[in-house]
């Protein structure tokens, strides 16, 4: 399977911060959601691919090449939408196109044109009286007008509402079929539950794991009983173990094992990415005492 973005054992050092040992492969086509907690490392792991900044080791490949020798060639087909693009705010829509516009040899007039209307664009408004949702609507109506292959989206639905959210999923699904490929940071899981066909997980700087969708949602599960039935080694196969009314809840990736347990009172169900985010946020802290 072609890779479009390859990162080999990156890592980026802080004072504070250290994204420590990143592999991840993104395949051609798909469309790979990035999830993790606040401070987990997905900022930073989105500005090495960018080359926003520089890893401290490691290597980088977008489109099968590096950087160093291709940056222009490769930044002209990428598409990036984020929380707060550099367009200058005294700027009106149409002005900021028409700025942005002769970057890209391959920029599509008509497909602009298209995503303004969509979005209900005012082409003579200044950008600095956009409200934070029509400012993301415009930055994702450049991103889709250059004809980029890779379009990456850090958080490309915060502000926005319910609907527009809906329409900018269908968007995406859409264009996957034009062999596009997408990165999609987002604190909203269950956006990636509709439209994500891997799910990368970081945190501390760690990807924790990195699959495809349908593999990790067989791989977890939810597992709840009563406080008699957590033996000590049912306690070493459980992720972000917590106290409930009934007795305990908890995450676990070996679903497949526990749908075999010889324990009547103890309850196997599904795990969404929610609940795997959740739990794996709580690793290692268990809520209320079970004794």
């Known amino acids: 399977m072609e890779s479009i973005v390859e990162l080999r054992n990156v890592t980026k050092h802080y004072r504070d911060f250290q994204l420590r040992n990143i592999s991840l492969d993104i395949p051609k086509g798909s469309i790979m959601g990035l999830v993790g907690p606040n401070g987990a490392g997905k900022t930073t792991l989105i500005k090495c ?3 926003l900044t520089l890893p401290t080791s490691g290597s980088i490949k977008i489109f099968g090449k590096g950087y160093k020798q291709y940056e222009k060639d490769i930044k002209k087909k990428i598409g990036f939408v984020y929380d707060n693009p550099g367009f200058y705010q005294d700027q009106t829509v149409k002005n900021m196109k028409n700025i942005i516009a002769p970057f ?3 920029w599509n007039e008509q497909e602009f044109q298209s995503y303004r209307n ?6 003579n408004k200044q950008l600095q009286k956009l409200s934070r949702g029509m400012k993301m609507k415009f930055s994702l109506a450049v991103a889709l007008s250059h004809n980029a292959e890779f ?3 850090d958080e490309p639905t915060s502000g926005l509402d319910p609907l527009f959210r809906r329409e900018l999923l269908e968007i995406l699904d859409g264009i996957i079929d034009r062999e596009k490929t997408i990165l999609f940071s987002t604190h909203i899981t269950s956006e990636l539950d509709q439209i994500a066909d891997f799910i990368t997980y970081i945190n501390q700087g760690e990807i924790i794991f990195s699959d495809a969708k349908d593999e990790i949602l067989n791989t977890y599960a939810v597992i709840k009983g009563p406080k008699q039935s957590l033996s000590s080694e049912l306690r070493e196969h459980l992720i972000g173990n ?3 009314n009934y007795g305990f809840k908890a995450l676990t990736n070996k679903a497949d094992e526990f749908k075999n347990i010889q324990d009547s009172q103890i309850m196997v169900e599904s795990a969404t990415l ?4 959740f739990y794996y946020g709580k690793r290692g802290v268990e809520h209320g005492s079970i004794d």
């Open 151 to 153: 379009i990456l989206l």
């Open 104 to 106: 890209y040899p391959s």
């Open 49 to 51: 691919i960018m080359n």
């Open 274 to 277: 929610e609940d795997i985010v």
């Open 118 to 123: 969509l979005f209900e664009l005012p082409a």
């Open 242 to 244: 917590r106290k409930t």
